[in-house]
């Protein structure tokens, strides 16, 4: 889980979650976790780490950095960094269906006996997207380096994946097969992930199939973490499993198991709708239904002018979402939603504009 | 299925309990001194007709949310100024337009949703009088927001209200919209796959006016 990150972008994560904070990142968490890692050929280590992140997402860029200080006995430790870049957009006018996505991430670590490795990747993918599933093919390329070795190891291959999305259910698979040093290696990975009320559950599974001349063997990996949020900000997260070792960054397979208490600015949502929300428009006379996806949250309260800004609950539907039927005078009314009797936000893919103290205000509109 | 019937049950117990006690007042809401100030800036904006009741929704929305009452103050003030001037605006560029509260409203929210002056004041004025206009404005802004150039989604918004579209499948444009945009079709081209008729090509973006040479250093 906390194993390929550098202490430069540990710090860089750090600071810039600390100064740029709420203005620029759109969230940020930090993991203080206690962890036990398994190796093969160096038995079984415990260790205390911190694992800073922040994310930016947009409609079409999407943006991670994360590090993580894990502190192991007799004074061993290792720190390593990620950065993680996406860029979305149309190839073509006449190509609506379809976008292009580039993809880049490095990674980077070091270790207190002074043993360092880094990795770059590159992919470039061409997506058919729908509304709750896509597909798309591309190509990648990664480059790999540890300070015991002579030379840069790179691996090339082409890339296939398919996604889904039903409720608050959100699954990929992966294939990325990739030629290194000469010969051809196969590899397949599924996610799916979940949320359920004030608990978070993700789930992964690999295989890579390695060609006879490479010596290695076949291998799988799966494992999940659960994460239980007990307040908006903060969570306990459990992990544990295994990976799969990094043939190009040279890091040894492993087994985990993880605790870690999480502090986030906000829960990151299962599905994130277009970044530019659209007014709620009823139809003239009829009760508006009001009908919103707040995944894993426990009590959902719709507050808004016509309720002289007094909570009024809302009501789980069996689909997952939240819905209060309401009529309204024509006119455009302002409401926000309030998740757990204490934060009030604008529901995901509602038009909203300022409200004058700091935060959002969601518009509905009855011609 | 207890859960739900529960949930239910509070949900209308709640309901209930807000309709049987009104809408709370800001008089019974705000302490003495911010209800002053916050008096003084409704009656200063009833007298220029701007509506009263959208300021003190925003007082008690503050109180709500817990705010402190300066800044209470300060919001009230700060949209009282927004729909005064929305509605000079409006009132520019169609003098003679009934002018409802709803549009003022809905006008302002444009503004704010980075709509621009001008194009505000030429949907008004490019419409039909009658034309009610709030959700033009509001489905102006959901555009907008969504990288159509002001100009054009105004221009499409009005020849939409000159063929006689329904406010209802104007109101529905920006959700089609979202379509396209998640496959990643340019904003315009996701606006035209939106649209319930074909219509016809909106202008090109126009040059900046180029500076008279001989007003150079004159007065």
């Known amino acids: 889980m906390y194993s ?35 190796y093969d050929t160096a038995g079984r280590i415990t260790s205390a780490s911190i694992a800073p992140l922040i994310e930016w997402n947009k409609r079409t860029v999407y943006a991670t950095l994360s590090g993580a200080l894990a502190a192991f006995e007799a004074s061993q430790w290792t720190s390593q960094g990620h950065g993680d870049f996406s860029l979305l957009f149309a190839p073509a006018r006449s190509l609506r269906l379809l976008r292009t ?35 798309w093919i591309g190509g990648t390329a990664a480059t790999g380096w540890t300070s015991s070795s002579t030379g840069i190891a790179t691996a090339v291959g082409p890339t296939a994946g398919a996604w889904g999305r039903r409720g608050a259910w959100n699954a990929t698979a992966v294939w990325t097969p990739f030629r290194l040093e000469g010969a051809w290696y196969q590899q397949v990975e599924g996610r799916v992930a979940t949320s359920a009320g004030p608990v978070d559950v993700m789930g992964y ?7 006879t001349v490479s010596g290695l063997p076949n291998t ?35 087994r985990f198991l993880s605790a870690a208490i999480r502090l986030s600015r906000g829960r990151r949502t299962v599905w994130a709708g277009p970044s530019a929300g659209r007014a709620l428009y009823a139809r003239d006379r009829e009760p508006a239904d009001l009908r919103f996806r707040v995944p894993g949250v426990s009590r959902v309260d719709l507050v808004g002018d016509w309720t002289g800004w007094q909570p009024v609950p809302m009501q789980r539907a069996p689909d997952g979402r939240w819905f209060l039927q309401v009529r309204l005078a024509p006119g455009v009314h302002r409401f926000n939603i309030v ?10 893919g509602v038009a909203s504009v300022d409200d004058g103290f700091g935060g959002k205000i969601s518009l509905l509109v009855v011609p | 299925m207890r859960g739900l019937l529960l949930a239910a049950a509070i949900g209308h117990i709640a309901t209930a309990s807000v309709a049987a006690q009104g809408r709370p007042t800001v008089e019974a809401r705000l302490d003495p001194q911010t209800l002053a100030a916050v008096r003084a800036i409704i009656d200063s904006a009833r007298r220029d007709s701007v509506p009263s009741q959208v300021l003190e929704d925003k007082a008690l929305e503050g109180v709500a949310k817990r705010v402190p009452p300066p800044r209470i103050v300060a919001a ?18 169609a003098p003679r337009a009934p002018l409802a509260d709803g549009e003022l409203v809905a006008a302002a929210d444009a503004r704010r949703r980075g709509v621009p002056t001008a194009e505000v004041s030429a949907l008004r004025s490019h ?28 221009e499409v918004i009005e020849q939409l209200i000159a063929a006689g579209v329904p406010a209802q499948q104007i109101a529905d444009i920006p959700a089609r919209m979202d379509v396209g945009l998640r496959v990643g079709a340019p904003p315009l081209d996701a606006l035209r796959s939106a649209l319930p008729m074909p219509l016809r090509p909106v202008k090109p973006p126009q040059p900046p006016p180029k500076p008279n040479p001989s007003r150079h250093g004159l007065p």
């Open chain 1, 220 to 254: 799988s990996w799966g494992g999940g973490s659960v994460t239980v949020w007990f307040t908006s900000q903060a969570a306990l997260v459990f992990g544990g499993g295994t990976y799969a070792s990094d043939l190009v960054q040279a890091l040894p397979k492993g």
């Open chain 2, 127 to 154: 419409v039909p009088a009658t034309a009610p206009l709030v959700v033009a404005f509001t489905v102006l802004g959901d555009l907008v927001q969504r990288g159509v150039r002001a100009d054009q989604a105004r």
């Open chain 1, 101 to 135: 996505e580039v993809v880049g991430s490095a990674d980077g670590s070091v270790h207190s006996s002074g043993y360092r490795t880094a990795g770059t990747r590159g992919e470039l993918r061409l997506h058919v997207a729908g509304r709750s599933t896509g597909l």
């Open chain 1, 4 to 38: 390929r990150r550098p202490i430069i972008a540990l710090a860089l994560a750090a600071s810039l979650a600390a100064s740029v904070g709420q203005a620029a990142a759109q969230r940020w968490q930090v993991d203080l976790a206690g962890n036990t890692v398994g």
């Open chain 2, 76 to 93: 009230v003030r700060q949209l009282s100024a927004e729909l005064r001037d929305a509605r000079a605006l409006l009132r520019a560029a």
């Open chain 1, 205 to 211: 599974v690999g295989w890579r199939g390695a060609p």
């Open chain 1, 339 to 348: 998740v757990d009797g204490e934060r009030w936000i604008v529901p995901e």
